[in-house]
């Protein structure tokens, strides 16, 4: 009989080591969260997205796309670009002088959001390395009857870390009831966002 305990937390806790890092996409899930805007949407693209990009390491793709370098350097320029644009729309928001508090600022179209979440998502080359590249790596080490449920572990990861950061961000509501909050925030979202693209473009481009 399969263990299905110990390569389903094996998966899990691979998983949620590589997402909880301080990102792009996770700022921005934060952010809605925050805001209590088209929360589910988002959460559900971010796991369904992860849990798919996971699937597809577990299977072998990794391995596929590690061949293909010119694909790794157009997202690093186009991630860059995308990142570069929103740190510079996050600096430009904290020093507007009419700083947002919850629910005085426009809301964002559904569409919109989905759009903001599937750049971030999927023009990070880092979501492939991580996702496709080292999960896959690690579910090769698995006997390959407990693949499946690796992958099941580190999917369900994926999907509790996205829940928790957008459910979890009505709890400092409060706390961004200030518009110093908020222009605090968008500073270390500007300040993360610049240095990501600056770290794509660097990794990307020769020297």
């Known amino acids: 009989m399969v263990n299905a305990v110990t390569p389903f937390f094996t998966g ?8 909880m890092a ?10 809605q969260g925050l805001r209590q805007e088209h929360v589910g949407p988002v959460v559900l693209f971010c796991g369904s997205v992860d849990a798919l990009l996971i699937i597809a390491g577990v299977a072998g793709v990794g391995a596929f796309l590690a061949a293909i370098p010119q694909l790794t350097l157009a997202l690093s320029l186009g991630g860059a670009a995308f990142l570069g644009w929103y740190g510079v729309k996050a600096l430009r928001r904290m020093a507007a ?4 508090v919850v629910g005085d600022s426009a809301s964002v179209t559904l569409g919109r959001a989905l759009t903001a979440t599937a750049a971030f998502t999927l023009l990070n080359p880092h979501v492939y ?4 590249l080292l999960m896959g790596t690690a579910a ?5 009857a407990v693949r499946p449920i690796f992958a099941a572990g580190a999917a369900t990861a994926s ?3 996205f829940a928790a950061l957008g459910y979890g961000a009505r709890l400092l509501k409060p706390v961004f009831a200030r518009p110093t909050a908020w222009r605090v925030l968008d500073a270390f979202v500007g300040i993360v966002m610049l240095t990501l693209a600056a770290s794509l473009l660097l ?3 020769p020297v």
């Open 12 to 19: 899990f806790a691979l998983s949620a080591a590589l997402i």
């Open 22 to 31: 301080i990102g792009a996409q996770n700022l921005f899930v934060l952010r």
């Open 97 to 100: 002088p009419d700083a947002m």
């Open 129 to 132: 390395l991580d996702t496709v």
């Open 140 to 144: 090769s080490t698995q006997a390959s």
């Open 159 to 161: 999907f509790t870390w």
């Open 203 to 205: 990794h990307a481009l």
